[in-house]
């Protein structure tokens, strides 16, 4: 029963961010907008820590449900990366464009192009993995008092 309450939050949860984040529209972001921004996303190294995010929740969920099939792990995962990976820059462009310039995006480029720059968006995955964990530790910290509440 608890399992199923935790695999059932991890993906309510999961869908109610993507499903925030649909309101978002990428309309009056222009393609070289769009296009800069998921090069700074990528030097940055933000891309591939967003994409590490997805096997951790996928390793989550399947601790919460042992029982559950390694095919509809993989459904979920391509779903995930489908739903989330593929349309990510379109739906943080019009957010980066609140606050950040086209000429903007261009220079943090350019930083990250310098030695410490790379050295930040090569460690920059890594460090939001990490802290991730937090993340996940503090979720699991809550449900138990939540349950313990019961």
């Given at each position: 029963m608890k399992t199923k309450f935790f695999y059932r939050l991890s993906l309510m949860a999961l869908a109610m961010w993507f499903m925030g984040s649909?309101?978002?529209?990428?309309?009056g972001v222009?393609?070289?907008?769009?296009?800069?921004?998921?090069?700074?996303?990528?030097?940055s190294g933000s891309l591939e820590g967003m994409r590490g995010v997805v096997p951790q929740?996928?390793?989550y969920v399947k601790?919460?449900?042992?029982?559950?099939?390694?095919?509809?792990?993989h459904r979920l995962e391509a779903l995930m990366n489908e739903t989330i990976?593929?349309?990510?820059?379109?739906?943080?462009?019009?957010v980066y464009a609140k606050y950040l310039t086209l000429d903007d995006l261009k220079q943090i480029v350019v930083f990250y192009q310098t030695p410490?720059?790379?050295?930040?968006?090569?460690a920059t995955p890594d460090i939001a993995l990490e802290c991730s964990q937090f993340g996940?530790?503090?979720a699991e910290e809550f449900m138990q008092k939540?349950?313990?509440?019961?």
């Open positions: 649909l309101r978002v529209s990428a309309q222009s393609e070289e907008y769009k296009v800069q921004l998921q090069e700074m996303l990528t030097v929740l996928l390793a601790q919460q449900q042992p029982d559950m099939p390694d095919e509809e792990i990976l593929d349309r990510i820059i379109d739906l943080y462009a019009p410490i720059g790379k050295k930040w968006g090569d996940q530790q503090l939540m349950e313990d509440k019961k």
